[in-house]
């Protein structure tokens, strides 16, 4: 079967750096998205990786390893207004996509 | 520039009642979606449409169908509603299928008793 995996909830402190990770195992890949949700509002996007290596834009950054199946997305100088769920994503073989639960993150001031 | 809408917001429903989910996007958009997002779970995909006259199923379509007559509409209809019907359903769009990035509307919060 296909599976995404992430932590279900973070907690860290305004000002911080945080590391969301994400494991999938699915059929063929063709990319991973990330998107935050803020509670009660859609999914924006954020990032897509379809290459291993590190994506950066601004204060998120979004890493791939696609041979260990492993993803993180990096929220750096955390503001309150970070305080959202982060969705990650796979686009498997049929271009279809696979999400994880999410992960709720709750930052402190 | 609206993007995606949705309507109803929210919608309280007896189980057994026929009920329209309505989605219209204006970013001319060729692939559409709905999804269905539960507690705990992934969003799941229901039915999707990679241009207007073609429908597909997803992953969870049983007692939903769609329709795509156009490229800026793509309604959902639940049939006959029961209770595990109840979520929050995103309609979604993107420039095409395929690894373009797709955007969701508002939701429609939907409980069915």
């Known amino acids: 079967g296909q599976n995404i995996d992430q932590p279900t909830e973070m907690t860290a402190t305004e000002g911080a750096i945080v590391q969301i990770n994400c494991t999938y195992q699915t059929s063929g890949f063709n990319g991973l998205f990330w998107y935050q949700q803020h509670a009660g509002e859609a999914p924006t996007f954020l990032s897509y990786?379809?290459l291993d290596g590190l994506e950066e834009k601004g204060r998120f950054s979004s890493f791939l390893s696609r041979s260990k199946g492993y993803s993180y997305l990096l929220l750096k100088e955390l503001q309150m207004k970070d305080s959202a769920s982060y969705l990650c994503?796979?686009?498997?073989?049929?271009?279809?996509?696979?999400w994880g639960a999410g992960t709720k993150l709750i930052i402190k001031p | 520039i609206a993007g995606i809408t949705q309507a109803p917001t929210s919608q309280i429903l007896a189980a057994g009642r026929r009920m329209t989910l309505r989605c219209t996007q204006d970013?001319?958009?060729?692939?559409m979606y709905w999804y269905r997002q539960d507690l705990g779970l992934g969003l799941r995909l229901i039915h999707y449409?990679?241009?207007?006259?073609?429908?597909g199923k997803g992953e969870v379509p049983d007692g939903y169908s769609v329709s795509r007559a156009n490229t800026d509409d793509f309604p959902l209809t639940l049939a006959s509603a029961v209770p595990s019907q109840t979520s929050v359903y995103f309609c979604?769009?993107?420039?095409?299928?395929?690894?373009?990035?797709?955007?969701f509307g508002p939701g429609t919060r939907l409980t069915v008793l």
């Open positions: 994503a796979v686009m498997d073989s049929n271009y279809q996509l696979i």
């Open positions: 970013m001319r958009h060729n692939a």
């Open positions: 990786n379809v």
């Open positions: 979604a769009s993107s420039s095409s299928a395929g690894t373009d990035t797709q955007y």
């Open positions: 449409s990679n241009t207007a006259g073609t429908t």
